[in-house]
């Protein structure tokens, strides 16, 4: 079906046409005419699917200028939060629908202001809820409420603070709902505060068809950064996210692929918003090549090009391991997804494979060259233990009295 079939506002037309979109995506399709007719909608679809617009497109065109949020988008992150902003300011400019956004991490007096001439609120539930007991946002007149990534919000322990923003709003209203997967958990919310849902599937989120999934057995530990480095110069064309377990780990790999001449950027919890905004956008301007991050970046974001998804640190459970490998293989494209396996990781690993319709191959190691990797450490104590672990199980050394090299 193309856009242009569409029965929307005509404006909304042209902006698809101003992006050169043609034909709906899948759950483009199943869902704009079904919200459009007042259904209460659940969508399980995988990020980059277009669901932005899925619920977007018929929002705008239902809502009226000037009186006040008649919109109020929940997502679980800020990235998330500022990409859909983006997207609704975008589409509403010419509609003179305006849209803010409402998250954690920044003034809130900025916010307070904005919220007075807002027709669409998208925001985070914790300052959501903050809003309310200030008395600075009034939701008495929401026609339309969306829980995205819902999945997402329950994970991340949101679920209360969900339940309470959803009691003030009005019971009359059209509630929307996106998901990657449609857990039990999600049943239970449909159930109590959607009316007669139309729950609407696409593909699956991962395409196997597109998305090779292979791993490394490295032995030592100590050559895994060093096959990293040989991983994304040499077989890496295009963008890469390289996952990693903690902040802390992220930001030392950062340190280090620089060190290797790689652009590359970070995006974890323990850095400041416009930090996270920077390395976000950097990616999408192609100003950066490398994006190495905790989960926070796994989920939600709309990143284009990524070939290939790297993790450095193998993640916990099968459910993390496909979210992480769906930031690649998206929109018809080939993509690849390395797991750098050493011997801390196996428990893990044997974890994701139980995951099922996963089919990740072992591949020989590479002839490749042997590069530092420097680990800042804090204290001599703590650096003397630390050279005594690295030395007797992978040959590493000390030079100095705060760094590490292996």
Do not use: W
Request: charged share 25%; with cysteine; glycine share 8%.
């Amino acid at each position: 079906m193309k856009f242009e079939e569409l029965n929307i506002n005509t404006k909304l037309l042209e902006k698809t046409k101003e992006h050169e979109f043609t034909e709906l995506t899948d759950i483009q399709e199943k869902c704009i005419s079904e919200i459009l007719n007042e259904k209460d909608v659940v969508g399980q679809a995988e990020t980059g699917s277009g669901k932005t617009l899925a619920f977007g497109l018929p929002i705008l065109d239902r809502i009226t200028q000037g009186k006040g949020p008649q919109a109020l988008v929940l997502t679980p992150t800020r990235e998330l939060c500022v990409q859909i902003t983006d997207v609704f300011q975008d589409f509403g400019q010419p509609l003179g629908i305006k849209t803010t956004s409402i998250y954690g991490g920044v003034s809130i007096e900025p916010q307070i202001k904005n919220i007075r001439t807002a027709d669409i609120i998208v925001g985070t539930p914790g300052r959501i809820l903050d809003h309310l007991t200030r008395s600075t946002l009034d939701l008495r007149n929401i026609r339309f409420l969306v829980l995205d990534e819902t999945d997402r919000m329950l994970d991340m322990g949101f679920i209360h603070d969900v339940e309470t923003i959803i009691r003030y709003t009005p019971k009359q209203r059209q509630t929307l709902m996106f998901s990657a997967t449609i857990s039990e958990d999600i049943h239970r919310i449909m159930n109590r505060h959607l009316r007669k849902p139309l729950i609407i599937k696409t593909r699956a989120l991962v395409d196997t068809e597109k998305l090779s999934q292979f791993y490394y057995d490295v032995f030592p530990q100590n050559e895994k950064f060093s096959l990293l480095v040989h991983l994304l110069k040499t077989s890496t064309p295009g963008l890469a996210i390289v996952f990693c377990a903690t902040r802390r780990e992220s930001d030392i790999v950062t340190k280090n692929l620089r060190k290797q001449g790689v652009n590359t950027a970070v995006m974890h919890g323990g850095m400041n918003q416009t930090s996270r905004l920077d390395s976000l956008n950097g990616l999408k301007n192609n100003q950066t090549d490398v994006l190495v991050a905790t989960d926070v970046a796994a989920r939600g974001l709309d990143i284009k090009n990524v070939t290939h998804v790297y993790n450095y640190d193998v993640p916990k459970t099968g459910k993390e391991y496909v979210h992480r490998i769906g930031r690649t293989a998206r929109a018809g494209e080939n993509g690849h997804a390395v797991t750098l396996l050493t011997d801390r990781d196996y428990d893990n690993f044997r974890r994701v494979q139980q995951e099922h319709g996963l089919n990740i191959n072992r591949v020989d190691m590479p002839d490749f060259k042997h590069v530092p990797f420097v680990r800042a450490v804090g204290g001599r104590g703590k650096a003397l233990r630390q050279y005594k672990k690295y030395s007797s199980a992978y040959g590493g050394r000390r030079t100095g009295s705060k760094t590490l090299r292996y």
